[in-house]
């Protein structure tokens, strides 16, 4: 899922669910979330772990778009497929 120029809180939580149910999920332009250290660990970093999602946070579209790529990538070769 990607959210490249969200407009308002609704598409951050929107975002949030995406990632509880396993989505690699990018936000453009990152979210008010940066001052909670813990909580941007938890949803860049550890979330992965519990359900597979995953936030991506960048503005840069050909490098948001490399990174989404290399994920799916990512996962193919994890299932076997090539």
């Known amino acids: 899922m990607t ?3 969200w407009m308002e809180q609704k ?7 995406a990632i509880a149910y396993g989505a690699y999920t990018h936000l453009s ?3 008010f ?3 909670a250290p813990k909580l941007v660990k938890l949803l860049t970093e550890d979330v992965e ?5 995953k936030v991506a946070l960048g503005d840069d579209p050909v ?8 994920h799916i990538m990512k996962k193919r ?6």
């Open 77 to 82: 070769r994890k299932m076997g497929l090539n």
């Open 49 to 53: 772990g519990l359900t597979g999602g």
């Open 33 to 35: 979330i940066t001052g």
């Open 11 to 17: 598409a951050t939580i929107d975002g949030l669910f």
């Open 3 to 5: 959210a490249p120029e």
């Open 63 to 70: 490098q948001v778009a490399n990174d989404i790529e290399e």
């Open 29 to 31: 332009p990152t979210p």
